[in-house]
Structures are given as structure tokens and as C-alpha cells.
Nanobody, 122 residues
Framework: QVHLVESGGGLVQPGGSLRLSCAAS????????MSWYRQAPGKQRELVAA??????????NYADSVKGRFTISRDNAKNVVYLQMNSLKPEDTAVYYC?????????????WGQGTQVTVSS
């Protein structure tokens, strides 16, 4: 079992920055892909940013809507993954969730954090 705890959300003005953190209960970055998703009211949860496991090269990918503004990174020693969000827009307002996923024979392991609210408003 893996526990994920997000932090760092809050209220920020348009154009501002926030850094979200996701602390994992154990060292999983070697074998788990780590992702940030978000869900705005009345909308489906969407992938924001992801990084592949260390054993797969640690490649990153981003939703088109956040490319150039958001950066996913991780501190392997601390078991923490971050989402640096710059140039925030009102449309970035959502609950942000951390996800850890590992494919195994016959299925996958899939863990979620509880979410952290990000509100971009003047």
C-alpha cells in the first residue's frame, strides 16, 4: 500500500505561482510513474503532468494547456514529487491530485492522494 499526501494548494492571483508537493509513504519512484491530475467543478479529471519511473528514464510529459508554465519534478531522496506552477490562469482553478501508477502482469497498481485545492482569482 502506498499513501500519497499533497500539499501546497491555495489562493493565488492570476500570473502568480504555486508549488504543489506530493509525499509518498515509501520509495516508489524507481518503478512507479508519478502524475498530477486536476479536476475542476463540473469537469472530468484530466492529466496535467507526468514523469516516468526512474527505470524508464524519468521522461516528462504535459497537457498542452500547461506546457511552458508547469514543471513536474521529484526528489528521490525525500520521496516527494513536485508540480511547479507559474503564470497561473483562472482556468487552472481545480483540485489537484497526485497519482502513482505501476503496470504489472494482469493489471496495475494505482494510488491517489486526497487532493489539494488551487484557486486562481483576483
Amino acid at each position: 500500500q502506498v499513501h500519497l499526501v499533497e500539499s501546497g494548494g491555495g489562493l493565488v492571483q492570476p500570473g502568480g505561482s504555486l508549488r504543489l508537493s506530493c509525499a509518498a509513504s515509501t520509495n516508489i519512484f524507481s518503478t512507479y510513474a508519478m502524475s498530477w491530475y486536476r479536476q475542476a467543478p463540473g469537469k472530468q479529471r484530466e492529466l496535467v503532468a507526468a514523469v516516468t519511473p526512474i527505470t524508464s528514464g524519468g521522461r516528462t510529459n504535459y497537457a498542452d494547456s500547461v506546457k511552458g508554465r508547469f514543471t513536474i519534478s521529484r526528489d528521490n531522496a525525500k520521496n516527494v514529487v513536485y508540480l511547479q506552477m507559474n503564470s497561473l490562469k483562472p482556468e487552472d482553478t481545480a483540485v489537484y491530485y497526485c497519482n502513482a501508477r505501476r503496470a504489472v502482469v494482469g493489471g496495475q497498481y494505482d494510488y491517489w492522494g486526497q487532493g489539494t485545492q488551487v484557486t486562481v482569482s483576483s
